[in-house]
């Protein structure tokens, strides 16, 4: 059974400050990762997707890696803003069913 | 302007009811899902539809029902069987392609508590 998780559980950093959210997976059967926001009460915003095939992607200021084999990815946000203050969940698509399996987030506060 | 509707935002439940969320999307996707998401846990599929009436049982299936008679809406019923139904329910679609490649997009959620 696929298990996602995100560690820590809850970050808070000063503006400007760069942000660094880990996830890891333990079967590296997979087919994409996605990172996702969610702001309270919201839905779920899809940010980035990496193939399993890729080692990164990059949109403005965010950029995720994968490591498949080691069962890891990594978002990074340059020079927060307090609007970056979110839950950020990542996500794989198991590859024997095409369905996700969601770590539990981060949560992210950035202070003005 | 395209993306998905759920509806309402907050329900209550009485004790024995059978309460009806709804889902629409005019993303003209195929595909449509169900997740379950409880504080400091990850989201859970309770079920999905990549086709329009049939649908599969997901990770959480019981206690809940599903109907995918249009392309667009997908309601789940929280059944009273379903004995810990607070929780905060997102409905999601996608595209349907080989690999499963395609991002899926969420509406709002609707959040649902026991009187």
């Known amino acids: 059974k696929q298990e996602v998780t995100q560690i820590p559980a809850a970050l808070s950093v000063p503006e400007g400050e760069n942000l660094v959210l880990n996830c890891s997976f333990t079967d590296s059967a997979i087919y994409n990762l996605q990172w996702f926001r969610q702001d309270p009460g919201k839905g779920l915003t899809s940010l980035l997707l990496i193939q399993s095939s890729q080692r990164e992607q990059t949109s403005g200021r965010l950029n995720a890696s994968l490591d498949k084999s080691s069962g890891r990815s990594t978002l990074y946000i340059a020079a927060s803003q307090p609007g970056d203050s979110a839950t950020y969940l990542c996500?794989?698509?198991?590859?024997?069913?095409?369905?996700?399996?969601f770590g539990a987030g981060t949560t992210v506060t950035v202070r003005a | 302007d395209g993306g998905i509707t759920q509806s309402p935002k907050y329900l209550f439940r009485k004790e024995g009811q059978n309460v009806t969320l709804s889902c629409e999307q005019n993303?003209?996707?195929?595909?449509m899902y169900w997740y379950r998401q409880d504080p400091g846990q990850g989201l859970r599929l309770i079920y999905y539809?990549?086709?329009?009436?049939?649908?599969q049982k997901g990770d959480i299936a019981e206690g809940y029902s599903v109907s995918r008679e249009k392309k667009e809406s997908f309601p789940l019923t929280v059944t009273s069987a379903q004995k810990n139904p607070t929780a905060f329910y997102l409905c999601?679609?996608?595209?349907?392609?080989?690999?499963?490649?395609?991002?899926?997009?969420f509406g709002d959620g609707t959040r649902l508590s026991i009187l």
């Open positions: 996500a794989v698509t198991r590859s024997n069913d095409y369905k996700l399996s």
């Open positions: 539809s990549q086709i329009v009436n049939d649908f």
């Open positions: 993303l003209n996707h195929d595909a």
């Open positions: 999601a679609s996608s595209t349907v392609q080989t690999g499963g490649n395609q991002p899926q997009h």
